[in-house]
């Protein structure tokens, strides 16, 4: 099964919203690390930036399945990779500010290139939405989002609306948690926003009876790395 590879890489040399360009030296290493993950995997691999916190890289891209993505962490490759990238990526597990990986269980590349939709990866500002939701909850979840989904789609149009679960779940408190990350394009973070004023937001928000929380970060494409 195809699955989505998502990891959250959180820089050793801070950046901020005034300052955010990335080192020219760190763009040469990550474009490095793109071609052996894509020679890799044999699918297209893209790295973003956070918009709140610009120290934050995001790492996206596709394996045939997540036993292959595993062979691979296990590689030489690999392990360069790790050694290229350890003084300006923060490589401990622990922490506020730490390396995270995990997997989607869905492709979030597919497209259906004949409706007109565009890659929600593509717009200049993409929501990454995770939602924490009970594991009791996820049917009545996925049945509320199915409803509503169409209210955001509408909004967010021509950019597709992507989302997945969350392979390799958390524990927490003594018990696993179900977490759906949900993908939108917008013209800008204010344009997000926005759409909480709408009238269509009083009937999509009813999503946040199924969820314990959220967490929304805005990510832009890096030139050169996309």
Same mark, same amino acid.
């Given at each position: ?66 036993a292959e993505h595993e062979e691979f962490l296990s590689s030489a490759e690999n392990q360069a990779l790790l050694d290229l990238l350890k003084d300006d990526i923060t490589m401990s597990v622990d922490g506020d500010r730490k390396m995270t990986m ?13 409706? #007109? ?35 955001? !789609? ?21 018990? !696993?948690?179900? !977490? ?18 709408? !009238? ?12 314990? #929380? ?13």
């Amino acid at each position: 099964m195809t699955v989505t590879e998502f990891a959250i890489l959180p820089l050793n040399h801070p950046l901020t919203k005034d300052n955010s360009t990335l080192p020219e030296p760190l763009i040469e290493k990550l474009q490095t690390a793109k071609k052996v993950l894509e020679s890799s995997a044999r699918y297209p691999f893209h790295y973003f930036q956070q918009i709140e916190d610009p120290s934050t890289i995001y790492l996206i891209g596709k394996w045939g399945s997540v036993a292959e993505h595993e062979e691979f962490l296990s590689s030489a490759e690999n392990q360069a990779l790790l050694d290229l990238l350890k003084d300006d990526i923060t490589m401990s597990v622990d922490g506020d500010r730490k390396m995270t990986m995990w997997h989607l269980d869905t492709d979030v590349f597919v497209l259906n290139i004949s409706s #007109g939709e565009k890659s929600v990866f593509t717009a200049p500002a993409i929501s990454c939405n995770r939602h924490f939701v009970p594991a009791e909850k996820k049917e009545a979840f996925v049945k509320k989002f199915q409803e509503i989904r169409g209210l955001l !789609e509408a909004y967010t149009k021509p950019f597709k609306v992507i989302g997945g679960w969350r392979i390799e779940k958390e524990v927490v408190e003594g018990k !696993e948690r179900e !977490e759906w990350a949900l993908f939108s394009g917008f013209e800008s973070v204010d344009h997000h926003f926005a759409f909480a004023k709408t !009238e269509e937001f009083t009937k999509y928000k009813e999503i946040i009876s199924f969820v314990d #929380g959220f967490e929304v970060r805005h990510l832009t494409s890096i030139k050169g790395l996309s």
